[in-house]
């Protein structure tokens, strides 16, 4: 199982893959992780009660890496902790823009790649700073993969 390691401004978080229910997004994510791709971007949509969003190399939601995956829609529900992938109306369109849900979106499922679940660091989760786009938004210091 793959593991990865959020480095926010607002503490760790650790994050489970679905390897087993979205293998090309979990793919993709790592190479970007271990890339440094995401070292100092920002989550640059966050709506308390529902999600964060970052992985835009923009920071303006309208930026991602150079390679599309095409969707993965499993049957994890977008629950609190979930991680998904952001895209754009074409169901193909994830790059490298992904969301942690803060509550319960269940309306999202089957309609998003849920790729991973927040294990630990949620409070660093709700910590990050609310605004679309926030005044002050929350910076990654470093996503790296890890071992178990």
């Given at each position: 199982?793959?593991?990865?390691?959020?480095?926010?401004?607002?503490?760790?978080?650790?994050?489970?893959?679905?390897?087993?229910?979205?293998?090309?997004?979990?793919?993709q994510?790592?190479?970007?992780?271990?890339?440094?791709?995401?070292?100092?971007l920002?989550?640059?949509?966050?709506?308390?009660?529902?999600?964060?969003?970052?992985?835009?190399?923009?920071?303006?939601g309208?930026?991602?890496?150079?390679?599309?995956i095409?969707?993965?829609?499993n049957?994890?529900?977008?629950?609190?902790?979930?991680c998904?992938?952001?895209?754009?109306?074409?169901?193909n369109?994830a790059?490298?823009?992904?969301?942690?849900?803060?509550d319960?979106?269940?309306?999202?499922?089957?309609?998003?790649?849920?790729?991973?679940?927040v294990?630990?660091?949620?409070?660093?989760?709700h910590?990050?700073h609310?605004g679309?786009?926030?005044?002050?938004?929350?910076?990654?210091?470093?996503?790296?993969k890890?071992?178990d």
């Amino acid at each position: 199982m793959t593991k990865l390691k959020l480095e926010l401004e607002t503490g760790d978080v650790i994050i489970e893959a679905f390897d087993d229910k979205a293998p090309k997004h979990v793919e993709q994510i790592a190479r970007l992780a271990e890339d440094g791709f995401y070292d100092g971007l920002t989550f640059h949509r966050v709506i308390d009660g529902f999600m964060a969003q970052g992985g835009c190399p923009d920071g303006n939601g309208m930026g991602g890496a150079d390679e599309n995956i095409p969707a993965e829609f499993n049957d994890t529900p977008h629950v609190e902790g979930v991680c998904s992938m952001a895209r754009a109306q074409d169901p193909n369109s994830a790059s490298s823009q992904f969301f942690i849900c803060i509550d319960d979106a269940t309306f999202l499922d089957n309609q998003y790649t849920a790729w991973g679940r927040v294990v630990e660091g949620m409070d660093a989760v709700h910590a990050i700073h609310k605004g679309e786009p926030p005044k002050n938004p929350t910076k990654i210091k470093s996503f790296r993969k890890i071992d178990d």
